[in-house]
């Protein structure tokens, strides 16, 4: 299906698309059809900086499965970290 | 028909002026010819939907697919202009329907043109292809699998296009509907309720549901691809468009 259900958050920090480089501001996060994943959905999440045009973007689409284990993965990294340093 | 053809990127006039990006595929060597505007699916002006295009050119066709996406993100690749146009909440219904008349009188006014026109789209372009049917004179149109023409969204989704099943009694043109009886959006139950409301608005329409089928069947570089449905669903376009505006 064409859910369009979409996450948009903040984000700081950098990113590396086609071009090199550069400063991401936002990031949007759906489910729905992939552009290239062999799967009829993924979870999706876009790196962007809206204001540098569209093709500054960084994609990703993962299964479900592999989706939550990245969420996973990212929460027991910050967890872990020595203190002071997040 | 020798299946000869040519393929360009061109540019046409669409919703309020503006000039889009547009790919077209004509036949060689046919002295008249019918037209279909191709509607992409929602991943974009495509690669996939490029050979949708210049498969009904070379079955006889001119065929025109206007990129929907073209002003939210020009020059930019099918990929990041569909999540552009995403982020923007789709295309707007009356834009879709410009563009859409855009490439209708584009087509008509081709050197060979029969004057008649169709329309096709596939996945959120089987919606505007109905919407496009409604909205404008149409001569045949094709729903491939178009959601939340009945039924609204679900709850919390950011999409900005509603149910349009009302405009039923303005459809112009015989309507095929073809879609997975797996599918969730639209369901079986939806369908037949579109199936309803046309037969009630005593509009000329024929339906087919695929079993084992669920949404993009016709998708053949995606695991939704089912080539028994999509051969049949093929068959069933040319017999449809065959009647309604062949040559």
Known sequence: MCTYLTEKIEVAGSGKGAQGWFTLTDATVYLDHPQHAPAEHTLNIDFLNPASGPSARVAVELTAESARALARAIEATLESAPPGLV | ?247
């Open chain 2, 1 to 247: 028909m020798d299946g000869a053809l040519i393929a360009e990127t061109i540019g046409i006039t669409g919703h309020d002026g503006d000039e889009i990006e547009a790919y077209i595929a004509r036949p060689l060597g046919q002295e008249s010819f019918g037209n279909v505007v191709v509607i992409h699916h929602m991943p974009g002006y495509d690669g996939g939907t490029k050979e949708i295009t210049r498969r009904f050119a070379a079955h006889g066709y001119a065929a025109l697919m206007p990129n929907l996406y073209h002003r939210d993100a020009p020059g930019a690749s099918p990929d990041d202009a569909a999540a552009a146009a995403r982020a923007k909440g789709g295309v707007p219904d009356e834009r879709l329907v410009g563009d859409v008349a855009g490439a209708a009188a584009h087509l008509r006014a081709l050197d060979g043109s029969n004057g008649k026109v169709g329309v096709i789209g596939y996945c959120s372009g089987g919606r505007q292809s109905f919407l496009a049917a409604c909205s404008l004179p149409l001569e045949a149109a094709v729903d491939c699998y178009g959601a939340f023409v009945v039924g609204n969204p679900p709850e919390g989704m950011p999409l900005k296009v509603g149910p349009i099943a009302h405009l039923a009694p303005s459809l112009s043109c015989p309507l095929l509907g073809l879609f997975g009886a797996d599918d969730q959006y639209p369901s079986p139950e939806q369908v037949d309720e579109l199936d309803k409301v046309l037969t009630e608005a005593g509009k000329e329409h024929e339906f087919h549901s695929y079993e084992g089928a669920g949404h993009a069947f016709f998708s053949v570089d995606r695991p939704a691809y089912r080539v028994e449905a999509a051969n049949d669903g093929w068959q069933k376009i040319w017999d449809f468009f065959g009647r309604y505006l062949a040559g």
